[in-house]
């Protein structure tokens, strides 16, 4: 009989995150290409995981067609020189993609069923944009369940300002500024690179490059200059370009074992998953969705918010993740949250994100033995929330 077992979160390693569209530097690179990369440089950096170990690959994508369909778990696990024995799935649940290949892939193993997985995501959203060939059903309108613009998301975040009128629009832009000023900090002190896979590009030219940071990041923003952006979503609105993701191409893979596999392999796992959980909201207001997904893996866990000493979370929009904050009775500018910035600055490729949230949190807990317990979360699009906590392996106890 197979037996419960604790899941381990050993590494994880992204691509960097390139800008969307025909300006971006990926825009000649395949989807598919992105997360092999990753799930290459990812194998290399861990040599004591047999290939042939790995029993299954998850690999999220929203919007599944085109170099970014064909089971890309599969296809992935084939490309990236994994034997042919190792069999692989895609997933998705938009923006927690990657997240819930991390959970499902989690609950194999805690299950007894799985040793060791990879689970990950990409989002080329350059190729294929949000919806990209989607055809809701009709009900949806006729019979009003979602409204025509719940897919709208800055539409979505415009009502959280609606709802929370004392969640001001410079309060997200400082928020937005903040992200900004914090992840070039990071690049500066070298926090982001040693997690960064390098990937070769091309341009329209057909000259080759690397691709070897972040592309959209805008350390100069100022709150003088946030003021002074187009309300795009609505006129005389509060979100603007200063306070949302950009659209964003990119991948991630993250290594999962279980505890007899740490032990047989001599793994030194980055995390311990503690609680996950998944919530729906109005698909109207869904930025709010991880407050009650985090309520219930705090819940699951046995834990309270202020159990949490380090929290990545996903900033679709800065006032998504205000609202969050707000709720908790969390400053905006509490230093526990989103230490190196997030997506606001590094950018959101829909279903690669979450593993983004847990490389970081995973960076952090190594320099940070006073923390015992983190948060990662999101918002997801069509209403919906996802939350896992983590436990720091190296943590002691003993306050810096």
Same mark, same amino acid.
Request: glycine fraction near 12%.
């Given at each position: 009989?197979?037996?419960?077992?604790?899941?381990?979160?050993?590494?994880?390693?992204?691509?960097?995150?390139?800008?969307?569209?025909?300006?971006?530097?990926?825009?000649?690179?395949?989807?598919?290409?992105?997360?092999?990369?990753?799930?290459?440089?990812?194998?290399?950096?861990?040599?004591?995981?047999?290939?042939?170990?790995?029993?299954?690959?998850?690999?999220?994508?929203?919007?599944?067609?085109?170099?970014?369909?064909?089971?890309?778990?599969?296809?992935?696990?084939?490309? /990236?020189?994994?034997?042919?024995?190792?069999?692989?799935?895609?997933?998705?649940?938009?923006?927690?993609?990657?997240?819930?290949?991390?959970?499902?892939?989690?609950?194999?193993?805690?299950?007894?069923?799985?040793? #060791?997985?990879?689970?990950?995501?990409?989002?080329?959203?350059?190729?294929?944009?949000?919806?990209?060939?989607?055809?809701?059903?009709?009900?949806?309108?006729?019979?009003?369940?979602?409204?025509?613009?719940?897919?709208?998301?800055?539409?979505?975040?415009?009502? #959280?300002?609606?709802?929370?009128?004392?969640?001001?629009?410079?309060?997200?832009?400082?928020?937005?500024?903040?992200?900004?000023?914090?992840?070039?900090?990071?690049?500066?002190?070298?926090?982001?690179?040693?997690?960064?896979?390098?990937?070769?590009?091309?341009?329209?030219?057909?000259?080759?490059?690397?691709?070897?940071?972040?592309?959209?990041?805008?350390?100069?923003?100022?709150?003088?200059?946030?003021?002074?952006?187009?309300?795009?979503?609505?006129?005389?609105?509060?979100?603007?370009?200063?306070?949302?993701?950009?659209?964003?191409?990119?991948?991630?893979?993250?290594?999962?074992?279980?505890?007899?596999?740490?032990?047989?392999?001599?793994?030194?796992?980055?995390?311990?998953?503690?609680?996950?959980?998944?919530?729906?909201?109005?698909?109207?207001?869904?930025?709010?969705?991880? #407050?009650?997904?985090?309520?219930? /893996?705090?819940?699951?866990?046995?834990?309270?918010?202020?159990?949490?000493?380090?929290?990545?979370?996903?900033?679709?929009?800065?006032?998504?993740?205000?609202?969050?904050?707000?709720?908790?009775?969390?400053?905006?500018?509490?230093?526990?949250?989103?230490?190196?910035?997030?997506? #606001?600055?590094?950018?959101?490729?829909?279903?690669?994100?979450?593993?983004?949230?847990?490389?970081?949190?995973?960076?952090?807990?190594?320099?940070?033995?006073?923390?015992?317990?983190?948060?990662?979360?999101?918002?997801?699009?069509?209403?919906?929330?996802?939350?896992?906590?983590?436990?720091?392996?190296?943590?002691?106890?003993?306050?810096?």
């Amino acid at each position: 009989m197979a037996e419960i077992s604790d899941v381990y979160f050993v590494d994880g390693m992204r691509t960097p995150f390139g800008r969307a569209g025909e300006k971006g530097m990926y825009w000649n690179t395949r989807a598919d290409d992105l997360v092999v990369k990753a799930m290459i440089g990812l194998m290399d950096r861990n040599p004591e995981v047999p290939k042939d170990r790995v029993d299954d690959v998850a690999i999220a994508a929203t919007t599944q067609q085109g170099d970014q369909g064909l089971t890309l778990g599969r296809t992935g696990a084939i490309l /990236a020189g994994l034997p042919q024995t190792v069999p692989g799935f895609a997933i998705d649940r938009m923006c927690a993609g990657a997240m819930t290949s991390v959970t499902t892939m989690a609950g194999s193993i805690g299950f007894g069923m799985y040793d #060791i997985a990879l689970a990950g995501g990409v989002e080329h959203m350059g190729r294929h944009p949000l919806g990209g060939d989607a055809d809701p059903n009709p009900r949806f309108l006729t019979e009003k369940l979602v409204s025509a613009d719940a897919l709208n998301m800055g539409i979505t975040a415009e009502r #959280i300002h609606d709802r929370f009128p004392h969640l001001t629009k410079e309060r997200a832009d400082r928020f937005g500024m903040l992200s900004q000023h914090k992840a070039q900090a990071a690049y500066d002190a070298g926090k982001f690179q040693p997690d960064l896979v390098q990937v070769a590009i091309k341009d329209a030219t057909g000259a080759w490059g690397l691709a070897t940071e972040d592309e959209g990041r805008r350390p100069e923003t100022t709150m003088e200059g946030l003021a002074t952006l187009k309300t795009p979503f609505r006129p005389h609105g509060r979100v603007t370009a200063g306070t949302a993701s950009p659209l964003t191409d990119g991948a991630t893979i993250s290594l999962l074992a279980s505890g007899t596999a740490v032990k047989e392999l001599g793994l030194r796992p980055k995390m311990k998953m503690v609680s996950f959980a998944f919530a729906g909201v109005e698909p109207e207001i869904m930025g709010i969705g991880p #407050i009650p997904s985090t309520e219930k /893996a705090l819940k699951k866990a046995g834990l309270t918010i202020d159990d949490i000493g380090l929290f990545e979370l996903n900033e679709a929009f800065a006032i998504q993740v205000i609202s969050l904050l707000d709720h908790f009775g969390i400053a905006d500018d509490d230093p526990r949250v989103n230490p190196w910035g997030g997506a #606001i600055a590094l950018g959101h490729p829909l279903a690669a994100s979450g593993v983004r949230l847990m490389i970081q949190l995973a960076a952090h807990f190594q320099e940070r033995p006073d923390v015992r317990y983190g948060l990662t979360a999101m918002c997801v699009g069509l209403g919906q929330g996802g939350s896992v906590i983590w436990e720091n392996p190296f943590y002691t106890g003993k306050k810096k």
